[in-house]
């Protein structure tokens, strides 16, 4: 199983960017299908974005859609989510996770097994 740590989370204004890392230990982190989730308080964890082992497919939640990008480096064993256009509604702990043999639309209702600590967003307006 491979092991993730989240980090690059902050307080940012509305309207702002932050970028998101999602670093992972073991040396076949190429091949699993990487996704970002986030919880703000009180609601239930929602999927946000996912992408395929090769970089090539992506898939994003509808509210987050052509604001935020992910995207992997395989070399560095991370994952990125770049967030753009910063609203407060996108305030929660962002979480990273990983899954073989798994769709990037999968993704989105996939049980996992087990969350790391995740990482803070918070965004003033």
């Known amino acids: 199983q491979v092991q993730l740590v989240e980090s690059g989370g902050g307080l940012q204004q509305a309207g702002g960017s932050l970028r998101l890392s999602c670093a992972a230990s073991?040396?076949?982190?190429?091949?699993?299908?990487m996704g970002w989730f986030r919880q703000a308080p009180g609601k239930e964890r929602e999927f946000v974005a996912a992408?395929?082992?090769?970089?090539?497919?992506?898939y994003y939640a509808d509210s987050v859609r052509g604001r935020f990008t992910i995207y992997r480096d395989n070399a560095k064993n991370t994952v990125y989510l770049q967030m753009n256009s910063l609203k407060p509604e996108d305030t929660a702990v962002y979480y990273c996770?990983?899954?073989?043999?798994?769709?990037?639309?999968?993704?989105?209702?996939?049980?996992?097994?087990?969350w790391g600590q995740g990482t803070q967003v918070t965004v003033s307006s």
């Open positions: 996770n990983a899954a073989r043999f798994t769709s990037v639309q999968s993704m989105s209702t996939y049980r996992f097994p087990s």
């Open positions: 073991g040396p076949i982190f190429r091949i699993y299908t």
């Open positions: 992408v395929a082992w090769s970089d090539t497919s992506t």
